[in-house]
């Protein structure tokens, strides 16, 4: 959610939070100056029952901090104003871009060591091991 205010700047909103008011801000990811890219959090909010990010509408740097840590926000409150990327705002990889890997091109995603090891058996290792009779360990 977010509005147009003057000079090209967009007021960005906190979005549809469901049935929850008055909910807590415990944390703030941005100050006045940084640049953000579409999607990169803003502020994080968390209710009894869940914890939420509020993402940036678009690209752009950060004009005005509306908020603080320990603010109570609904559906609508004003957080922070961002100037348009036309107003020197660098386009930067995104976390969910870094995260998954679609930064790097890579030819297949990392994975984290499962602290077991693997045999790979090749069809050529099959075909050895049937044509010898016995098996292989």
Do not use: W, Y
Not at 50 to 59: L, R
Not at 79 to 85: C, E, F, H, S, Y
Not at 93 to 122: D, I, K
């Amino acid at each position: 959610m977010d509005t147009q205010t003057s000079a090209g700047a967009t007021e960005v909103k906190v979005p549809d939070i469901g049935d929850f008011k008055d909910v807590p801000i415990i944390d703030v990811h941005v100050k006045v100056g940084d640049p953000v890219n579409a999607e990169d959090p803003l502020i994080t909010l968390e209710s009894d029952k869940a914890t939420m990010d509020v993402p940036a509408p678009s690209a752009g740097t950060v004009r005005q901090v509306l908020v603080k840590v320990g603010d109570r926000v609904s559906e609508g409150t004003p957080i922070v104003v961002l100037a348009g990327n036309e107003e020197g705002a660098m386009q930067q990889p995104t976390s969910a871009a870094v995260a998954t890997g679609t930064l790097a091109r890579c030819s297949r995603p990392a994975r984290a060591p499962t602290g077991r090891t693997t045999t790979r058996r090749t069809t050529a290792d099959r075909l050895r091991q049937r044509a010898s009779g016995r098996r292989a360990n």
